[in-house]
């Protein structure tokens, strides 16, 4: 009896070595003594013998919380649940909290964290990763992108913007607050360099003005940058369905490798 119940503990170990958990995963983490959770997008073809690109998504303002799931019902998630998409990556999915943006340093802190912990866990390539956030997340997008100027691989960024509207100011980019940078979108496009970028912007968004997607364009123009620009006919903020839809968009991202 003990050799059967020892024969079938090992089968079930051998199981489940041959099929990890794969899926959207729940995790946490603590960062500055606060606890996180986050999720983490696992392809079913995941392995331990192969180094997977890891992509770092921001979701935008309606999506905050502390419930570590609101922020897969948009955008690149909301994707990857309708397979608009086959991706073989990593995704990594954080959520920012009520009454904070993705520019907050904390919330930085927390993103940057999960990214870290997903890439040792899942055997993520330091060399394949990629950034993307939409509306807010896409603030965040360009003001990591400008801080981790050799972190990042390629940006993706979806209606984001450097200036905030007037309404909405607490968007700034912190670049665009600091009094000794005469043109925050230059800055940010030298900072950011030769990483390749691909920007999408509705022609009509209500919330977020298509001109901060133009004047980076020109910006990144002005300093020889790689970039992509992609402007919506008709459509207001909700671009990120188009954006994250396009069939050029994941194979393009997935070939770019840090340039050492």
């Not at 912007?201 to 919330?207: E, I, M, S, V």
């Amino acid at each position: 009896m003990l050799r059967v119940l020892t024969l079938i503990s090992l089968l079930s170990v051998a199981a489940f070595a041959r099929n990890p958990e794969t899926g959207f995963l729940n995790r946490t983490l603590i960062s500055e003594g606060i606890t996180y959770r986050y999720q983490v997008f696992v392809p079913a073809a995941w392995n331990n013998h192969t180094k997977w690109p890891v992509i770092l998504f921001l979701h935008g303002s309606g999506e905050r919380g502390d419930d570590g799931l609101l922020q897969t019902d948009v955008g690149l998630p909301h994707a990857i649940r309708n397979h608009a998409q086959t991706l073989a990556a990593i995704v990594v999915i954080p959520q920012c909290r009520n009454n904070k943006a993705w520019t907050d340093p904390e919330m930085e802190g927390q993103a940057m964290a999960a990214l870290d912990k997903s890439t040792k866990e899942f055997h993520g390539d330091t060399d394949r990763v990629y950034l993307t956030g939409l509306s807010m997340g896409g603030y965040g997008a360009w003001d990591l992108a400008a801080k981790y100027p050799k972190r990042f691989a390629a940006l993706v960024v979806i209606c984001g913007g450097i200036h905030g509207p007037k309404e909405e100011s607490w968007l700034n980019v912190p670049i665009a607050n600091d009094p000794n940078v005469a043109d925050p979108y230059l800055e940010t496009a030298r900072r950011i360099g030769r990483t390749p970028v691909w920007i999408f912007h509705g022609a009509d968004d209500d919330t977020v003005p298509v001109e901060e997607s133009r004047k980076m364009v020109e910006a990144l123009k002005q300093t020889n940058g790689n970039y992509k620009y992609t402007e919506y006919p008709g459509v207001q903020h909700v671009s990120w369905d188009k954006a994250y839809a396009e069939p050029d968009l994941f194979p393009w991202m997935l070939q770019q490798n840090l340039q050492h």
